[in-house]
């Protein structure tokens, strides 16, 4: 195959890949990386299924074209768990029963990662803004919100 080659970071490891001028970084994700995590939702950034982190800063993968990538830093839903042991957000969010269908728990963990690291003591109003660009159409937030306002208590050590 031929295309654009491409050499970045995703969760910490140097990966290379080949993408075609108009592949997403969630195509790259998915279809080349085999990382399967991020889901698309919508296709225009709308619904924050895709969200993952972007050097420091959330995005939707569904936005960023996979040529964009060279010599950048990548996290995803996958990159969470270190060790076998799941992270705080992706244990309380199981403890809270904040999924169902799970289509946007990948891009809420990703969220909520970045709010948490932006604002390791947010309010509950705080929270509903940091996830504000993630639509979830199975839990309501209340149990989403209150898993991230435990996690962020782990975090902090609390």
Do not use: W
Request: net charge negative; with cysteine.
């Amino acid at each position: 195959m031929s295309g654009i080659a491409v050499s970045t970071i995703v969760n910490g490891d140097r990966v290379e890949f080949l993408c075609q001028p108009e592949e997403t970084l969630l195509d790259v994700l998915r279809d080349r990386l085999g990382l399967t995590g991020a889901k698309e939702g919508c296709g225009t950034g709308d619904c924050g299924a895709c969200s993952v982190i972007l050097d420091g800063r959330l995005v939707c993968a569904c936005l960023v074209l996979g040529a964009e990538l060279e010599g950048r830093r990548v996290e995803t839903v996958e990159g969470l768990a270190q060790g076998g042991r799941l992270h705080p957000l992706q244990q309380k969010f199981l403890e809270h029963a904040a999924l169902q269908c799970g289509i946007c728990t990948p891009g809420l963990l990703m969220a909520a990662k970045d709010l948490l690291a932006r604002n390791p003591d947010p309010t509950e109003a705080e929270i509903r803004l940091g996830l504000a660009g993630n639509l979830c159409r199975c839990t309501g937030y209340d149990k989403i919100v209150r898993a991230v306002e435990d996690a962020a208590r782990v975090l902090r050590g609390a």
